[in-house]
DNA sequence: CCTTTAAACTCGTCACGCGAGCATATTGTA
DNA sequence: TACAATATGCTCGCGTGACGAGTTTAAAGG
């Protein structure tokens, strides 16, 4: 509710700086044209954004045509950077991102059932090399259900309970990964322009986020987009959440597992990616296993168009594999579970583009978001 | 992505329409004061607002304290209005609502199973009846699925694949009943001010919407917030939107008549009011229907808890007698169905407060907030 | 009747975007 | 090689809207 000159004065150059992040090697006249600008605002807003070091100007492809050249715009060599910190089942790794969202590369640590206790001051000490005047915001994405800054819980770490704001003390985003591997689809893949999209992440369970005009909805406190925890299941098989019937029970290795009549498999995970092996290598009861989980994926994927009614779906993780090896199945189940009127019409179901990749650039642009506002160039 | 100088210049004094429609009554001194306005700002934007005859100033009521007084922010007498098309399954009535929100008085005609054909052209007439330079918009509640601007299905009008965009050439904004009330929920009732609400209104089957920072999360289409139609219930109950066990067949007068052992009733609306009321009365059949639909509706609750994590539910329609008379069963259910760390710190669950204003107040919102732009300052 | 208080009004200043006109860099053609 | 065509950047005067300091106004208190 601020509208005092300082914020007005600031719009402008903020969306040119919004415009040359979302859209990494876009020219000057492309972006002045894009936010309505005359030539002579654009260099006014270019000289203030290079005063304050947030952006510079390099010298544009030839693009053949007549003309004045123009400029692409570039990330300032002083500007702004974020920390990402991507945690998986198995590693965590500490990197950079600039402005238009790339990422630096960076050593992959193991993590291997190390307690959080044993990680965290090293991810710390990592965070603290990468301190400096560049350096502006934190972006954590793990693999485990997010209230505010607190894991709640990280069933494949075995965490619990663990408070990441003890990181480090600038602005911090902690999100789920598989809600910012959607967050990721929707600005940087498979989902980028569309207006509302739904991405699932299936790993262990299944989770995601729903996208609005390129804004997660993750509710009060970030833990939304739980959607494994949705009881479209058997109500009488528990769920390690402490519901029942969870959705999340249907559509990973534990499930394939069930379907061949095996015994719960300890990695899940890695269970699924053999069982998808075998169904690609022809082993019938393999694929009759992957079309079963693929089904209640799609059965899922169905009723939540019902619910939020998205432009388009993106999967990852295992999701991607399943539309490989049992893409009719899931896309059946899908048009069964919709409400009829939608079925001739369905959203397209695609799937990720990012891959494993997701997660980080998805905290990258989270933490992004918090420095391009208009605190940020008065700073 | 416009950020022309017209649009930046109306911000100001769009802030401050934005301010005198979302709290009716307030002081010129105190908007100015949540918009971080010095006062010759405000005098400033006064004075355009007034000239532009969208709103005046009225003495304000006495304090007792000392000092000048301040003129309270009203809709001016030659503003802009919106109209308000509010279709139940009995009735509908068409009335405008000025700058504040506040609904004028207006008939309500009985509908009692007319077709669209006989009824819209009705509509259309009241509406044309209310035309002229201060209507600017036009804003529809009605009991059923809408995709953009048709209504997809009302089962209880036996509507289908209706285009609503008949009924006015004005801007139109079309939604569904219950959305439509968590809308209103958010902005004028037990949801205000709160940053993620959930609404759920139960008549036939549940409906509602999720709201996020006054903002409707609707999906592409506005068809989202089909709640009812999340497989929550029994997968062999075929449901008439063509999908399978649908939430909606859980918690409203049809699975109240399962409970006690009737046929599906001809107008489940009716029924359950019926049963409620027996309930109330010590009917212990009637009694335990309700406890068993309640359950079945906080168990919805507590799984779209875990999906979109909300600081607060609101329950309409029969959701307020569901509380009243099987609150403990309800509240149990919720408890019982979200994630076991959440049970220690559930949001509020609590009943609607605009009752069956609800639809149209939300449709007159929807419709304001289509005038409320930079457009209609320009205009 | 004067003081205190809170808020409205007045006016000079400043920042930002606009638009017009000019300068510049590239391609295409004579 | 010179010049036209084209696209873009740069400069400058203008208008708008918010700020802030100072002044005025309308109430309550003594």
Redesign the pocket.
């Known amino acids: 509710m601020d509208?005092?000159?300082?914020t007005?004065?600031?719009?402008?150059?903020l969306a040119m700086l919004r415009c040359a992040h979302r859209t990494p090697g876009i020219?000057?006249?492309?972006a002045?044209a894009r936010l309505?600008?005359?030539?002579?605002?654009?260099?006014?807003?270019?000289?203030?954004l290079r005063a304050a070091r947030l952006l510079a100007e390099a010298?544009a492809p030839?693009t053949?045509?007549?003309?004045?050249?123009?400029?692409v715009l570039v990330p300032h060599p002083d500007g702004p950077l974020v920390a990402v910190v991507d945690i998986t089942h198995a590693t965590w790794t500490v990197t950079t991102a600039a402005i238009g969202g790339a990422l630096a590369a960076a050593p992959v640590h193991r993590l291997l059932g190390q307690p959080a206790s044993a990680v965290l001051p090293l991810v710390r000490e990592a965070l603290a090399a990468l301190h400096g005047p560049r350096l502006r915001a934190v972006g954590v994405a793990i693999p485990g259900t997010v209230h505010g800054r607190t894991l709640i819980e990280a069933t494949n770490l075995r965490w619990r309970g663990v408070d990441l704001g003890v990181l480090t003390s600038l602005p911090l985003a902690v999100g789920n990964d598989a809600s910012l591997a959607g967050v990721a689809e929707a600005l940087r893949g498979a989902a980028q322009g569309v207006g509302v999209a739904l991405h699932l992440t299936v790993e262990v369970g299944v989770g995601g986020v729903l996208i609005v005009d390129g804004r997660p909805v993750l509710g009060a406190a970030g833990a939304g987009g739980e959607f494994g925890h949705l009881p479209f299941g058997d109500p009488s098989r528990r769920c390690p959440c402490g519901a029942g019937g969870c959705w999340d029970l249907e559509v990973d290795g534990r499930a394939m597992a069930r379907h061949l009549g095996r015994r719960a498999p300890a990695d899940p995970r890695a269970f699924a990616e053999r069982t998808i092996a075998a169904a690609r290598d022809g082993d019938p009861a393999a694929a009759a296993a992957c079309r079963a989980v693929a089904a209640a994926l799609g059965r899922g994927v169905g009723a939540l168009i019902n619910a939020v009614d998205p432009a388009v779906v993106t999967l990852g993780g295992l999701g991607v594999d399943l539309l490989d090896v049992a893409g009719p199945a899931l896309h059946a189940a899908t048009a069964e579970g919709v409400m009829a009127w939608r079925r001739d019409a369905l959203p397209p179901v695609v799937p990720a583009a990012l891959g494993s990749q997701g997660p980080a650039i998805g905290a990258a642009e989270t933490a992004m978001a918090l420095v391009l506002t208009e605190a940020a160039l008065t700073a």
């Not at 309505?36 to 203030?48: D, E, F, Q, T, W």
């Open positions: 509208h005092r000159a300082e007005l004065r600031a719009q402008g150059a020219t000057r006249a492309e002045a309505g600008l005359s030539s002579g605002s654009a260099a006014g807003i270019m000289g203030r010298p030839q053949g045509g007549r003309g004045r050249p123009t400029a």
